[in-house]
């Protein structure tokens, strides 16, 4: 078990300062959901209408996306006394289901490491109940969970997000893999940093100016996560990020950052409900329903509108 970790990617761990993963291949068989956020607690609740035309709960349509990456077993956090509506709100899927509450309302990673009983010392795959992803090949999901388990390490989604955004998510900073389009080795993460910041710090070779790789919401960690989670949770005298445990990840391990060619959609923005839906719609079944009904409802707009 103590063996160099050597990845497709041609470095050994050891050879570039990385303590290997305990797992020379990861089996990535459990997911984290965390949905706990006072702000978040109700939208995985909601109901939307699938890309199979079929209506479900977000937390259903999240569900459906980790098994798509062969995921057999999920927990998913939530706030103390909402078990019931999240047992119901997984229907069909509630047997694979662990719902775990997070006590205190402590931040989003203190939720992340309630789940530590859970992932046991397994790698896993974590997303947040407040996202939904759109593909149109492969599922986002199974794409970063491929590329973890074929090297051996961490890896989280990524997509170059122009500056104007970077107050909206975390951001990694690294370098190419050569040879290797789109794959990145972490060197840097900072949560939702300033322009000012990125640019002294963030900066990727390749990436077009003021242009940076901010996280898309779906990550495949090794257990090393949870035992930097539960040294900084008990160090530190405040709220601990999410981020910052990733930066010591990167740190201390190889660590991969994946451009995915997906779309993320976060529903807790404005009309984010809305834009999920649409975004599920245009590309399934009904596409040609959806549009032919918004053609009309903007012919009818325009018909209504006074003239001058």
């Not at 010392?121 to 074929?150: C, N």
Request: hydrophobic letters at 40%; one cysteine or more.
């Amino acid at each position: 078990m103590a063996r160099t970790a050597r990845s497709k990617i041609g470095l050994t761990s050891r050879a570039i300062g990385y303590t290997a993963p305990e797992e020379l291949t990861l089996r990535i068989r459990k997911a984290v959901i965390t949905a706990a956020a006072p702000g978040q607690r109700s939208l995985p609740l909601q109901t939307l209408v699938d890309r199979d035309g079929r209506e479900k709960t977000v937390l259903g349509i999240v569900i459906e996306q980790a098994i798509a990456a062969h995921i057999e077993e999920i927990c998913v956090v939530v706030c103390p006394g909402d078990e019931p509506l999240y047992r119901e709100a997984a229907g069909s899927h509630s047997g694979a289901v662990r719902l775990v509450a997070q006590t205190q309302p402590l931040g989003y990673a203190h939720a992340l490491w309630c789940a530590r009983e859970f992932v046991a010392g397994d790698p896993f795959l974590h997303m947040v109940g407040d996202h939904i992803y759109v593909s149109s090949g492969k599922p986002s999901t199974e794409h970063i969970v491929e590329l973890a388990q074929s090297e051996g390490c961490s890896v989280s989604g990524v997509q170059p997000t122009r500056e104007h955004l970077l107050p909206y998510y975390g951001t990694v900073g690294g370098r190419p893999v050569t040879g290797r389009p789109g794959l990145y080795r972490v060197e840097t993460v900072v949560e939702k940093p300033s322009p000012t910041e990125a640019e002294q710090r963030l900066v990727v070779p390749g990436l077009r100016a003021g242009s940076y790789l901010c996280f898309f919401g779906i990550h495949a960690l090794t257990p090393t996560v949870m035992d930097l989670l539960h040294q900084a949770l008990n160090a530190a005298a405040g709220p601990v990020s999410v981020s910052a445990i990733l930066g010591d990840l990167a740190r201390r391990e190889q660590y991969l950052a994946a451009e995915d060619n997906g779309r993320r959609y976060n529903l807790g923005t404005r009309y984010g409900l809305l834009t999920s839906q649409l975004a599920l719609a245009l590309s399934g079944h009904d596409r040609d329903q959806v549009l032919s009904q918004l053609v009309e409802l903007l012919a009818d707009r325009e018909l209504a509108a006074p003239r001058s």
